[in-house]
């Protein structure tokens, strides 16, 4: 794989990725739960993007960076349908902590969503690395679709 915008693109919504689980990581041994659940969503979220970056597709909508992920990583194989579950959920319980009033977060929900942004974004690095050796491909993207949904 040649080294060109798009990885460079990758490489920095990956790292913005690491920094929001450490963010979440902070927030959860602090006991600031609905913080740390926002953060590991977030991870998961960069994650997502910076795959989408490798096949030059972004969303201006969370909706449609999910989308995405699911028609061009999970229903293609590439990855596993657990991780549709995960960015799912993430993206549920995040709405419903920073959006429901009285919505109240526990310290087991919070480590569950951290675990989950931690398992997602290596899973994402461990994917990148297989692309980078020419293991596996990136999904096929039809070129009529539009960089930006």
């Not at 600031?32 to 994650?47: C, E, K, L, P, Q």
């Not at 096949?55 to 995405?68: M, W």
């Not at 899973?123 to 020419?134: A, I, M, P, S």
């Amino acid at each position: 794989m040649k080294a060109d915008y798009a990885v460079d693109l990758f490489n920095h919504r990956l790292g913005k990725a690491q920094d929001q689980l450490a963010q979440a990581e902070l927030l959860l041994k602090d006991g600031r739960y609905d913080g740390s659940v926002n953060r590991s969503y977030y991870a998961i979220f960069s994650a997502i993007r910076a795959l989408l970056a490798l096949i030059r597709l972004d969303a201006r909508k969370h909706s449609g960076v999910i989308t995405y992920f699911d028609r061009y990583f999970v229903k293609t194989g590439l990855f596993d349908k657990h991780f549709s579950r995960i960015i799912h959920t993430a993206f549920d319980v995040r709405q419903a902590s920073d959006y429901e009033d009285f919505y109240v977060i526990s310290a087991d929900q919070a480590r569950l969503q951290f675990e989950n942004g931690w398992n997602f974004v290596q899973e994402v690095e461990n994917y990148f690395e297989l692309v980078r050796k020419d293991e596996l491909q990136l999904p096929e993207v039809p070129r009529d679709k539009k960089s930006r949904g």
